[in-house]
């Protein structure tokens, strides 16, 4: 591979030797103030809208207008099944087997739901771990589960930290914790790639630890699907849970997925809170009195789902699959080390994201001395759309779908001219 250079005409001339360009114009950009289409960096925040979406939501919407209830089963894509289709191509994305993927409900009602069944706490083994800089949503879920079950969340819950002066965890030290309070520990829930750092965790290794000291393992990985190469059913892993607004571009509070081991779905002895649509597909319409759970990760479903979700989201889940998930993730590498080595030439920023392309997707948060405020809503002025987080780090995710590099060098070339111009 070449030399990386700081100049628009290698940045263009990456982008016409990049066999994925195209798919950037099958999508809706933002435009700047300029009527220009504004450097977006904030699809791991909401995924943008691709011009798909709007006419497989219309199919939905004619069909239902055509064939009421009977779409259920006549529709172009009969809703009865509807949501087998993106399970089986989310499946895809997380390493699991179809059959061990629902998509259903919201990212935190879903982490609750699969707690009912995989925190299970004892009075000897009552804890949960998680990362200390967790996703807000996911540690107001663990401690209100340990308080649900009669625990004291400032007992029960156990934070992974970095050591003094480091962003990251080091692996190590998580593994050192899961060994040293292992048998305090019912069930490990950790982000797949940290929303804040950007730090994909080793979650074959965190599996086995895990599993070595009898906890229940699992994941949350709205950062990391459609952005890391993830293999759940192979690293054994117990449980799963993202949204899809995020990378997966369903649009805003689109559906979200588990993901359910196979080990685990036929475990009667499991809780779970049952609805209708995790009932035996065969006997579901018979309406019995009796629950009998369908065999797969599917017994988690309650309600029958929300078609026009469903579609929003299939139109995106079509085209990873046409671009192909490992020709993205080479173009996620390409992208993000073109960005980190741009960003390293400008004086006063720093990335906190693990430098080694196997510990991180395609998000960098940037550290920026000074006020980096006043240098965000300068960005912000220029036409980059990404985001700021508390203290200091701005945080951007240049996308293999639809970013390109010349994106990414005109991000680099406002940040520095945003790092002078600022007070
Ligand atoms: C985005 C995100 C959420 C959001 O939760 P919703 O239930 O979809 O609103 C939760 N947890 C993590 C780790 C996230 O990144």
């Not at 962003?167 to 309070?181: F, K, V």
């Not at 804040?196 to 699907?225: K, M, P, R, W």
């Not at 579609?311 to 085209?319: T, V, Y």
């Not at 701005?394 to 001219?417: G, W």
Request: aromatic letters at 10%.
């Amino acid at each position: 591979m070449m030399e990386y250079q700081n100049t628009r005409d290698y940045a263009r001339m990456c982008d016409q030797e990049d066999p994925l360009s195209s798919f950037r114009n099958r999508f809706h950009l933002p435009l700047d103030a300029n009527g220009q289409p504004a450097v977006y960096f904030a699809g791991n925040s909401l995924g943008l809208q691709p011009k798909t979406a709007a006419e497989y939501v219309l199919i939905e919407l004619e069909d239902w207008r055509k064939l009421g209830v009977e779409g259920h089963v006549h529709a172009r894509h009969p809703w009865m099944r509807y949501h087998e289709l993106v399970a089986g191509q989310s499946a895809e994305l997380v390493g699991g087997l179809p059959h061990e993927v629902v998509v259903m409900n919201s990212l935190t009602v879903n982490l609750h739901l699969l707690m009912v069944s995989f925190y299970r706490p004892t009075n000897s083994r009552h804890k949960i771990l998680i990362e200390a800089d967790a996703f807000p949503s996911d540690k107001y879920a663990v401690a209100s589960q340990a308080r649900f079950h009669g625990y004291d969340p400032a007992e029960s819950i156990i934070e992974l930290q970095a050591r003094p002066g480091e962003a990251s965890l080091r692996t190590e030290d998580i593994l050192e914790t899961i060994r040293s309070h292992g048998n305090e520990i019912a069930t490990i829930l950790v982000g797949g790639v940290n929303y804040y750092t950007g730090q994909y965790f080793d979650l074959q290794a965190i599996t086995a630890e895990g599993h070595n000291a009898g906890c229940v393992v699992g994941f949350d990985l709205a950062h990391a699907i459609g952005n890391v190469e993830i293999q759940l059913h192979d690293w054994d892993v117990d449980f799963a849970a993202w949204c899809s607004y995020k990378y997966l571009n369903s649009g805003p509070g689109g559906i979200a997925g588990v993901f359910v081991n196979e080990r685990h779905s036929n475990d009667s002895s499991l809780p779970r809170f049952n609805g209708w649509w995790g009932h035996d597909k065969e006997t579901r319409f018979a309406m019995p009195d009796t629950f009998k759970p369908v065999g797969t990760a599917e017994a988690w479903q309650l309600s029958n789902p929300p078609i026009l979700q469903l579609a929003s989201l299939r139109a995106s889940l079509d085209m990873f699959e046409e671009a192909g998930f490992g020709r993205l993730i080479d173009k996620s590498r390409k992208l993000t080390g073109y960005l980190e080595w741009l960003v390293k030439q400008i004086e006063g920023v720093e990335s906190i994201t693990p430098g080694s392309p196997a510990d991180r997707g395609c998000q960098l948060s940037l550290r920026v001395d000074g006020d980096g405020r006043d240098v965000f809503s300068r960005l912000t002025g220029s036409g980059v759309i990404c985001d700021w987080r508390e203290p200091d780090v701005i945080r951007v995710a240049p996308v293999p779908l639809y970013n390109s590099f010349e994106d990414v060098y005109r991000f680099a070339t406002e940040l520095k001219r945003s790092m002078m111009e600022a007070v």
